[in-house]
């Protein structure tokens, strides 16, 4: 993503919060939709840059390379460059990453059944 410099009012609230509060902590480093794309596509394993993009869809190579730094750097996703001709490279996830399944499960039941709600559909309690 774009850079924020450090001392702008927006970062210093930003880490603020993330210090004080577990929830936004895990939320800045989740809460992209392109993220949550990334961990539901690759919690079965290993994936080619060009495989997870065209499964992701409407991603741009640049947006999606971004998030994949950002997840590198946040330790959520291991990219591996195989000394290869050409060149080949696989994310995946670390298994501090793969720890949120549980939550990626009961995010995904909310929101089904929040949508559902929100179109007028009924719902199981």
Not at 1 to 20: C, G, V
Not at 32 to 60: A, C, E, H, Q
Not at 90 to 116: D, F, I, K
């Amino acid at each position: 993503m774009a850079s924020i410099k450090k001392n702008s009012t927006n970062n210093i609230n930003r880490e603020t919060i993330k210090s004080r509060c577990p929830e936004a902590y895990a939320m800045d480093l989740i809460g992209t939709r392109w993220k949550l794309s990334v961990f539901y596509n690759l919690k079965n394993g290993p994936m080619r840059f060009t495989v997870l993009r065209d499964r992701i869809g409407n991603v741009t190579d640049r947006m999606l390379t971004l998030h994949l730094r950002e997840m590198e750097q946040d330790g959520l996703v291991i990219r591996t460059v195989y000394p290869e001709v050409p060149a080949r490279v696989e994310y995946q996830l670390t298994e501090s990453a793969m720890e949120l399944q549980p939550v990626w499960e009961l995010l995904r039941a909310w929101g089904s059944r929040h949508r559902n709600r929100q179109e007028g559909v009924e719902v199981a309690p």
